[in-house]
């Protein structure tokens, strides 16, 4: 599996930015995609996640100003972010959640993309 997001760059705060994460060579469709954040000298935070079934999970800190969706027709996610913050500033990674078994799955990420929020 190969991911490669895009759509990161530099916005004022209160702005907005979507991003975007194409998957190859897996199997999409079954996969748990995620978007995840690190900011620097912070740990890796998990952002917002989307299951196969559409499930979907926010980070309290983006609940009601992100959005999080996949379309299985074209292999990609997307990350609509609204009212940016500063604090918002990061790498942005997304990772496909592949289950082999149900006590089993693997994680590929993909190579982040950054975003900056000017205050």
């Known amino acids: 599996v190969q991911l490669q997001a895009s759509g990161g760059g530099l916005v004022q705060a209160g702005g907005s930015l979507r991003l975007s994460c194409a998957s190859s060579g897996g199997t999409f469709s079954r996969d748990a995609m995620s978007w995840y954040r690190q900011a620097p000298e912070k740990q890796r935070e998990l952002v917002a996640e989307i299951t196969s079934g559409g499930m979907i999970t926010y980070a309290d800190s983006v609940r009601g100003r992100f959005t999080i969706s996949r379309d299985n027709a074209r292999n990609t996610i997307f990350l609509q972010m609204y009212n940016l913050r500063p604090e918002d500033t990061a790498v942005y990674y997304c990772?496909?959640?592949?289950?082999?078994?149900?006590?089993?799955?693997?994680?590929?990420w993909g190579q982040g993309t950054l975003v900056t929020v000017s205050s």
């Open positions: 990772k496909a959640e592949k289950r082999v078994s149900p006590d089993m799955s693997y994680d590929y």
